[in-house]
C-alpha cells in the first residue's frame, strides 16, 4: 500500500527547488502595499517587490512572455479597510518612485528628490535590460525593518501556500534584508564568509563507515579530551541531517546512511549490567572505529550505560522517526520508509511508548536526564519536550506506517493516543494570566470527577517569579505536569515542538510567540537562546541538581544559552507567522558565534560569556544556524519538519457519568 492511502499522508508537493524569504511584519493594524514591477535583464523576466513600513520584502521572479521596456511601471496603492485618499496615494507613489529612481534619474528630474547620504543608505543595484542605464537602485531604507516588533494578526500560516508559491512560480528569487542592510557583521566579519566557514567545519566532521557517510561527530575541539565528543549523537546530528536536506543541491545520502546504521544498532542485544533494555530502544550515539585485526570499520553503540546516571535516551526513537518523515519529504524516495526493516523499527518504536501499562495520563512517563537535558535537572515525570516529540513522532510514524503485518492495529492505537495526548497537553500544560489566576485560586482536597483542581496542586508551591515573568499578553507550555506538582518552568525544546507538531492550538502558538517578545531578555538575552528558564539557585539547586558542578545556576543546562536552538525557534516562528522574531535571533547569532569559536553553550543571565566547560566548534552550534539560516530565506523549507494541524483531531466529548447524581 501506498503511503498515500494512509489517513495523515504525505501532500504530494513540488521539488523544493526554489528559495523564497517573506519576513512580512505581522502588524494587525491596516496595512498599505505598494507593487512595482520593472524587467530583469537578460531572462526577460518581471519582477514584483512588496514593501511597506517596518517590514522586509518579497522578491519573486516569473517569466514574462511580453517584450521589456526597461520602464518602472508603479502599481496602484491598496489599503486594507478604508479607502485611500487620491492625495495620500499620490504622495505615496511619489515617494515610491523616488526610492526606485538611479543617481542619474534624480539628476534628470530637476534636483527635486533628494539624493540621500549613500553611506547611510545603503542600495542594492539590480539589472536593467537598458543598454545605457546602469541599473535600477532600491532603497534599502524604505524596507529595512525597523526595531519595535509587533503581534501577528494571524494565528499560523498555512504550509499549503508555500507549496502553491511553488508550483506557480517557475523560480524564485530570495533577497535577504539582513544581507542587503549589511553585509557585515558587528565585528566586521561577513555573513557570507560565515556561512561558507560554517559549511566548511560541518563536513570537516563527517563520519565514514567504509567510505560512506554516516553522521557527525559532535564537536572538533582539539583544545580539550574527546570524551564522548567524538561520537555520532542522534538528537545532535538531526540538525546536520536537516542542514544537508535543505543545501542545494541536496545531499540526502548522509543522512539515509545515518538512518539505515542507527536502525542496524536498534536490532543490537542492549544490556547495562544484568538488565537487557527494551528491543526498540535506539542508541544514544556510535562512534566508528578501526579494527587492526580484521583490518575493517566496526560501530561501537551507546544505549546509556555510559551516559551520565546511566539513563536510556527516550528522545532518540522520536527524533529517528521525525528525521525519516523529514528524508521522505525532501526526496520522495517512499522506499526507504517502505522497507520491511524500517517498518519494523518505527513499530519496535512505539511499542515502547503505547504498552499498556498502570498510567492514568496519555503522557508518557520519563526519568531524569533521558532527552537534551541529559544530567539530573527536575524533569522526571511527564516533561514537556518528551511529550510535545512523542506527538511529533506518533504524527510522523502514522504518515508512513503500512497497514500489512500488525500495522493497521497500531495506526488505530495511534490515533486514539493522539487526540488523548493533543487533549491533555493543550489543557492542563498550558499557562496564562487567566489560567495562572486560575491555579492561584484553586481549592485543594477535591474528589470525584466533578473537581477542578483535578491534579491537587498546592496554590502555596507556585513559585514566585511566575507572577512577575508572566505578561498579560503571551503563554506557555509548562515544563511538568504530575500529581500534586506543576513545573512552572519554560522549556524553549519543547514548546517550539509543539508548535511545529501542532500539538499546540494556532492560538497557543501565537501566545507563545507573544511571550518570547515580551519577555525577549530573558528567553533571548544577548546570545539565542534559554535553554530552561529559570535557573535554579540556592538550597532548591542543591535539591533539585545534587549540587551538579557543571549545572550551576545561568550555566549549561540550568538556564544557559544553547545556539543549536535557533533552528527550533526559526521553524517555529515561520509556522507561526512571526518569521521578524527570528531573523532577530539570528542577526544576534551572528555577532559573535563564528567569533567565539562555535561554542556548544553560553553562561550567564543573558548569555554573554562562552559557556566554562563549553566545547568549541560544536557540530549542532554550526548546523543549527545553517538550518536556521536556510529556512529564514527559504521559508519552504519548513515543510520538512513541519505538520499542519489536523483537523480530525478534535477534544474528545465529555459526558456525565451514568452513576453521577445531583
Known amino acids: 500500500m501506498s503511503p498515500s492511502e494512509n489517513q495523515d499522508t504525505l501532500p504530494e508537493d513540488e521539488e523544493l527547488q526554489s528559495k523564497n524569504i517573506d519576513v512580512s511584519s505581522s502588524s494587525p493594524e491596516k496595512q498599505k502595499t505598494n507593487t512595482v514591477h520593472y524587467p530583469a535583464a537578460s531572462e526577460n523576466e518581471l519582477f514584483m517587490v512588496q514593501s511597506h513600513p517596518n517590514q522586509a520584502f518579497t522578491a519573486t521572479a516569473a517569466s514574462s512572455s511580453s517584450s521589456s521596456s526597461g520602464n518602472i511601471v508603479v502599481g496602484k496603492c491598496k489599503e486594507d479597510g478604508e479607502k485611500q485618499s487620491s492625495e495620500s496615494h499620490g504622495k505615496m507613489s511619489t515617494e515610491l518612485q523616488s526610492s526606485m529612481l538611479s543617481d542619474s534619474e534624480k539628476e534628470n528630474?530637476?534636483?527635486?528628490?533628494?539624493?540621500?547620504?549613500?553611506?547611510a543608505n545603503k542600495a542594492v543595484k539590480l539589472p536593467n535590460n537598458t543598454e545605457n542605464d546602469g541599473g535600477v537602485d532600491f532603497d534599502v531604507a524604505a524596507v529595512k525593518p525597523q526595531g519595535v516588533l509587533k503581534p501577528s494578526p494571524s494565528v499560523g500560516v498555512n504550509l499549503e501556500s508555500?507549496?502553491?508559491?511553488?508550483?506557480?512560480?517557475?523560480?524564485?528569487?530570495?533577497?535577504?534584508?539582513?544581507?542587503l542592510s549589511s553585509e557585515s557583521g558587528a565585528f566586521g566579519g561577513s555573513v557570507n564568509a560565515m556561512v561558507e566557514e560554517a559549511w566548511e567545519r560541518l563536513n570537516k566532521s563527517i563520519v565514514h563507515f567504509k567510505l560512506e557517510p554516516v553522521g557527525t561527530l559532535a564537536a572538533l575541539d582539539t583544545s580539550a579530551d574527546a570524551l564522548n565528543y567524538n561520537q555520532v549523537f542522534v538528537r545532535d546530528f538531526v540538525p546536520s541531517g536537516l542542514a544537508y536536506l535543505m543545501k542545494e543541491p541536496p545531499e540526502p545520502d548522509i543522512v539515509k546512511n545515518f538512518l539505515l546504521k542507527t536502525l542496524h544498532l536498534q536490532g543490537w542485544e542492549k544490556r547495562i549490567d544484568n538488565f537487557t533494555l527494551g528491543e526498540g530502544v535506539m542508541p544514544a550515539s556510535f562512534k566508528v572505529l578501526y579494527d587492526n585485526h580484521r583490518r575493517k570499520d566496526t560501530l561501537v553503540a551507546d544505549f546509556g550505560g555510559s551516559a551520565i546516571g546511566r539513563v536510556a535516551p527516550v528522545d532518540s526513537g522520536f527524533w529517528w522517526i521525525i528525521l525519516l518523515r523529514s528524508y521522505t519529504k525532501c526526496t520522495r524516495d517512499y522506499s526507504l520508509s517502505e522497507l520491511p526493516e524500517v517498518q519494523r523499527g518505527m513499530k519496535l518504536i512505539l511499542n515502547l511508548c503505547l504498552s499498556d501499562g498502570f498510567d492514568t495520563f496519555p503522557t508518557l512517563l520519563c526519568a531524569d536526564g533521558c532527552s537534551m537535558i541529559d544530567r539530573r535537572m527536575g524533569i522526571y515525570g511527564y516533561p514537556i519536550e518528551i511529550q510535545a516529540l512523542f506527538f511529533f513522532a506518533l504524527r510522523c510514524a502514522r504518515q508512513m506506517l503500512k497497514p500489512e503485518r500488525g500495522g493497521k492495529e497500531l495506526i488505530e492505537r495511534?490515533?486514539?493516543?493522539?487526540r488523548a495526548l493533543s487533549f491533555h497537553i493543550q489543557s492542563y500544560y498550558w499557562l496564562d494570566f487567566t489560567q495562572l489566576n486560575n491555579i492561584y485560586r484553586y481549592k485543594t482536597e477535591e474528589y470525584s470527577h466533578t473537581a477542578v483542581n483535578k491534579f491537587n496542586v498546592i496554590p502555596e508551591s507556585i513559585p514566585d517569579w511566575v507572577f512577575d515573568f508572566m505578561p498579560l499578553r503571551g503563554g506557555y507550555l509548562i515544563g511538568n505536569v504530575s500529581p500534586a506538582r506543576m513545573d512552572f518552568r519554560w522549556f524553549l525544546v519543547g514548546n517550539c515542538i509543539a508548535i511545529l507538531s501542532s500539538l499546540a492550538t494556532p492560538a497557543q502558538a501565537t501566545a507563545i510567540m507573544d511571550l518570547v517578545e515580551e519577555r525577549w531578555e530573558d528567553l533571548i538575552g544577548e546570545m539565542p537562546l534559554k535553554i530552561v528558564y529559570p535557573?535554579?539557585?540556592?538550597?532548591?539547586?542543591?535539591?533539585?541538581?545534587g549540587c551538579d558542578p557543571k549545572n550551576t545556576r545561568w550555566s549549561y543546562h540550568n538556564g544557559g544559552s544553547w545556539p543549536v536552538l535557533l533552528w527550533l525557534l526559526t521553524a517555529a516562528c515561520i509556522k507561526a507567522g512571526r518569521p521578524q522574531i527570528a531573523k532577530r535571533a539570528i542577526e544576534l547569532v551572528e555577532h559573535r558565534l563564528s567569533r567565539d569559536g562555535w561554542p556548544e553553550y553560553y553562561d550567564g543571565k543573558t548569555g554573554r560569556y562562552v559557556g566554562k566547560q563549553a566545547r568549541k566548534y560544536q557540530t549542532w552550534s554550526i548546523s543549527g544556524y545553517l538550518v536556521a539560516k536556510m529556512m529564514i530565506e527559504n521559508p519552504s523549507n519548513l515543510l520538512m519538519i513541519s505538520l499542519e494541524e489536523d483537523k480530525k483531531i478534535t477534544k474528545p466529548r465529555l459526558t456525565r457519568s451514568v452513576s453521577w447524581t445531583c
Open 109 to 119: 528630474a530637476g534636483g527635486v528628490l533628494a539624493v540621500a547620504d549613500k553611506k
Open 162 to 179: 508555500y507549496d502553491a508559491m511553488i508550483n506557480t512560480s517557475p523560480r524564485t528569487i530570495s533577497l535577504n534584508v539582513s544581507q
Open 414 to 418: 495511534i490515533d486514539k493516543r493522539i
Open 535 to 545: 535557573a535554579l539557585e540556592g538550597h532548591q539547586w542543591r535539591i533539585v541538581t
